[in-house]
């Protein structure tokens, strides 16, 4: 497997909003984060990599849903291994999981007021502006009075997330916030979060090189528990540099290639005789560090 870490911390003057060392947790035999040392501070960082990388599970360990097994946590200045920092700082984040979970018969509004009440919102009229604001801010707000049961997969996406958003939290933690968004509803999603990346921290784990490219200033890319790459989407990239080609000849037998709409072939790594140099995407050099790896455990 090819590994290339470059570190991103925090610049000196930002003070890390996130920082994990020697994180690891495992599930029996199986070891999913293996020793973590990560800092995150304001703006976008993206997670990628394969199923079973660790990805989800870092995320649940910092919105204090998931005990690590070793390492230490500090998250906005506190630490989750205490209980009564832990549930501030439950306060001051927004958490959006994979699977997130509603009362059916709940509408947007109940739903979120639920939540803001769960946040201790407790001032009824605060408390629903703010849950109006959060409607707003992802296109819903005409949906306030509809059944979370008659909502389609990416309207409750699109709920999961203004949940998330409750309190104007300074720490973002989205799991996958693009599954089932179509192309407009993604874009708008992009435009926020890059806007709240600009004065807290926000997480996201995705499988789109597309969302990274567009929208974060940082990648993590991560593997059986481990950080392969830490940089920009531009060293991402970078790292696919003279192993893009593409060729009209269907490369050989174990190359990782794809058919194009035009009817060529592009390949990542070894360039094939004949094989004319394409400019690397994220995509490419993501799939430089996790692809054969993953091809070898499918």
Known sequence: MTSVTTPAPPPPTQVATVSVRGLGKRYGRRIVLDGLDLAFGRGVTG????NGA????????????????????RVLGLDPRSHAERTELRRRLGYLPQDPGFYPHFTAFESLDYVA???EMTDRRE????????????????????????????????????????????????????????????????ALVSELGESRTVLLSTHQ????????????????????????????A???????????VRPEPGALFWRTADGRYRTIG???????????????????????????AA
Not at 54 to 73: F, I
């Open 54 to 73: 660790g990805k989800t599970t870092l995320l649940r360990c910092l919105a204090t849903t998931l005990a690590p097994d070793t390492g230490e946590v």
């Open 209 to 236: 090189t597309e969302d990274v490219a567009a929208l974060c200033e940082r990648v993590v890319v991560m593997d059986a528990g481990r950080v392969l790459f830490d940089g920009t989407p531009g060293g991402l």
């Open 127 to 190: 408390r629903h502006r703010e849950v109006r604001r959060v409607l707003g801010e992802v296109g819903l707000l005409d949906r306030a009075a509809t059944k979370v049961r008659k909502l389609s997969g990416g309207m409750r996406q699109r709920l999961a997330l203004a949940q998330a958003l409750l309190g104007e939290p300074r720490l973002l933690v989205l799991d996958e916030p693009t599954v089932g968004l179509d192309p407009e509803q993604r874009l708008r999603l992009r």
């Open 47 to 50: 997670l990628l990599g394969p």
């Open 117 to 119: 009440i769960l946040k």
């Open 270 to 296: 070894e360039v094939p005789e004949g094989g004319e140099p394409a400019e690397p995407t994220v995509e490419d050099g993501y799939l430089l560090l996790v692809g054969p790896a993953s091809e070898r």
């Open 238 to 248: 970078a790292v696919a540099a003279g192993r893009v080609s593409m060729t009209g």
